[in-house]
T-cell receptor, first 114, second 117 residues
Framework: NAGVTQTPKFRVLKTGQSMTLLCAQD?????MYWYRQDPGMGLRLIHY???????AKGEVPDGYNVSRLKKQNFLLGLESAAPSQTSVYFC?????????????FGPGTRLTVL | AQSVTQPDIHITVSEGASLELRCNYS??????LFWYVQSPGQGLQLLLK??????LVQGIKGFEAEFKRSQSSFNLRKPSVHWSDAAEYFC???????????????FGKGTLLTVNP
């Protein structure tokens, strides 16, 4: 099992450019999440999905869009990147909620927006 | 609103010394509790979790945590720290209710552990 994988690992964008981050999990988990991690801020939830074809907003959704067309994949899109979106992005998945909410994390994508 | 507080931003200990990392939560009811570890340049890995029952929970890598309801705390401990334990540690909580918010894992801001040789 590869667990949770993220592509790419690093990316540098110019302001206004767009890109898509890909997250894939092979654990057949229903729930998937996108977080951003910034120094001193911990992890903040951007968007999440409770199943194939569903998405919902988290704490900091502005400037991002997501799609979950297949159960194993969760895509995070930046339509027009801004320097404030420079961050490390983590994808996670979990088998359920509450006591099943043990989230498994990918290795992260380090994004710099110039 | 629920919150998780890790009062120590940075802790330094000597190799072989004991360790305690603090975590306090503010919640309407006792949530599910987790500790994660993040090594430099890596994603987060679950160390241990508390759901119910015995308030002393054993995890991986020799870590344990104790849930204290009266103090709303879930402190992480290790009797003897190894240099490889240097990392950032995150406490997290998830609500017990079956309502719409029980997907949500709320993280503390982390405690960075430095281990001196």
């Amino acid at each position: 099992n590869a667990g949770v994988t993220q592509t790419p690992k690093f990316r540098v964008l110019k302001t206004g450019q767009s890109m898509t981050l890909l997250c894939a999990q092979d654990m057949n988990h229903e729930y998937m999440y996108w977080y951003r991690q910034d120094p001193g801020m911990g992890l903040r939830l951007i968007h999440y999905s409770v199943g194939e074809g569903t998405t919902a907003k988290g704490e900091v959704p502005d400037g991002y869009n997501v799609s979950r067309l297949k159960k194993q994949n969760f895509l995070l899109g930046l339509e027009s990147a801004a320097p404030s979106q420079t961050s490390v992005y983590f994808c996670a998945s979990s088998p359920g909620t509450g006591y099943l909410n043990e989230q498994f994390f990918g290795p992260g994508t380090r994004l710099t927006v110039l | 609103a629920q919150s998780v507080t890790q009062p120590d931003i940075h802790i330094t200990v000597s190799e072989g010394a004991s360790l305690e990392l603090r975590c306090n939560y503010s919640y309407g009811a006792t949530p599910y509790l987790f500790w994660y570890v993040q090594s430099p340049g890596q994603g987060l890995q679950l160390l241990l979790k508390y759901f119910s029952g015995d308030t002393l929970v054993q995890g991986i890598k020799g870590f344990e945590a104790e849930f204290k309801r009266s103090q709303s705390s879930f402190n992480l401990r290790k009797p003897s720290v190894h240099w490889s334990d240097a990392a950032e540690y995150f406490c997290a909580v998830a609500p017990r209710n079956s309502g719409g918010s029980n997907y949500k894992l709320t993280f503390g801001k982390g405690t960075l552990l430095t281990v001196n040789p």
